[in-house]
């Protein structure tokens, strides 16, 4: 069933058009700074979008923060929203439970499904905004990995993302301390989209429309990034899907700076534990009626 | 094939299905008819798990369901209400995938199998399209192609014949019937009465819920003990036949007389010439007409007396 899943997902235009149209945001972005050379001062706008000027190589980081609060969230809800409701409407969700497959390997089928998508956005998102920034804004050091030059710009990006609330200190980064990073955050990025997958394919076993489930799941989202920036649900606040999306760029410090990237991680794995329950509850004993 | 128990369902306070005793025997051509909203389908979607019963027992080949639905299901073919695939990719496609997607669909065979099926169903030439090019009808064969691709058991169709013109109709039948024949059981819900007539050997009657009817075709279908003749000289048969004439409409006359070939002799030899002689048998759609007015003034007889006594109802049993 999973590999059945997977085939449908690479097979789906759909998926492919996503994931172009969110690969092409850092493109066009990339496009504007290298022809207008103007980036936000250090601190502000996006992150690492300041220090893009000096390393092109560093694009990635700034192409995944630019892509992390709207457009990957989106794309996710798109396709976990369809994930069941998308085959309730369709019809053929009744033909694959009488295939028979039983009703928890097909939400952990769906599942995976929506985990690969994940990986293969976040992984194409770091190769194409790789390319991107290495051909228009070049690099600052000709083959970024590996030289210790490399890793010195690299830790200047990371201070001037973190919003220069820390400073930061520390020999430069090694490649196979780069490569663990990067992967760190592939993960942490994966994690916190699960989040929104496990919310999203809750609402999908609820409902029977796909474009509600995701729909929901952006409004919940959107819900918890108001609710993020308001002094007032300061109490809530640590307890919001989104509040440490971003804490990614903490891989970036030397040293790694853990808190935050421990409670987001914490935070979304109670979410993605708490809404997977639900899911599998409802559909494992809901009646199939379309 | 088929068991089930007071099988009921409840959605809130309406009861879809009531209290149930569904039985198909092995190698039955079993039609389950039914006015639109008779529960005929949340009966179907139950016997599949895809609807949980509030209250009864199913068992098929002599396993509980849904409990043992990985095993129940792997020999059942099914078509529940519309067929449906993914648009995007081709007939043979879709069956590939649905057959890779669950257990038993041995990967050796899968081409074969798809190929064979889509051939059953007058498909083979058109496999390789897609399916958001297919008809209506060709979708419903396209389901049924599914259905078959496992070689099941047991087959469960509803409304098999739906969206196909009158060719199609047929070569389902014959199809149908073939597989019959070579020791598939095949349980379907329809509402072209004419179909079911030529189609099965059993037949159950769904009305509000309830199963008013489960006999066999041959046993509903009994002569009536009258018989129907039409004649040009339809006041000689009046006069002759005082006093067994049921009715008469022009030169057709309904008489009280158990043999048609008696009475064909009689008429012959009094010179009265017969155009039609026929003993008259119900027909389905006099019986479904019959069995689910229940509550008009306009039936003859009560339709209640086909039906499960009222106390079977858990509803009341309950108040």
Redesign the interface.
Known sequence: MIAVELRKLVRRPRTWISIGLICALPVAVAIFVSVSHLAPPPGQGTAFLSAILQDGSLYPAAALALVLPVFLPVAVAVVAGDAVAGEATAGTLRYLLIRPIGRTRFLVAKLVTIIMFVLIAVVTVAITSYLTGVLLLGPAVPAAVGQPGAGQQLQTGGVQAGSAATSLSGPPLTALQLIERVGGTIAFITVSMLGVAAIVLFLSTVTDSALGSALGGLAVLIGSEVLATLDAAASIRPYVPTRYWLAWIDFFRQPIFWRDIQRGFGIQVVYVAVFLAAAWANFGTKDITT | MIVTRALTKR?GQIVAVDSVDLTVGDGDRYGLLGPNGSGKTTLV?ML?????ATKGEIEIMGLRMPKH??RV??E?G?L???????P??SGRANLA??D????GGERGTRRRRVGAALERVGLAGAGRRPVRAYSLGMRQRLGLA?ALVRTPRLLILDEPSNGLDPRGIRDIRDLLIELNQAGTTVFLSSHLLAEVERLCTRVGILDRGKLVVQETLSALQAPTGRVVVTSPDADRVAALLDGRVETRDGARIVVRHEDAAALNARLVGECVRVTEIRPQRRSLEQLVLETTGAGSDQVDGSPDTHGTPLRKNPRESEQ
């Open positions: 959605f979607r599949l798990g895809l609807v949980y639905a990985g299901l792997t059942i099914a529940v209400e519309e067929p449906a695939a993914y995007h990719m995938l649905l890779a997607a669950g257990p599914a």
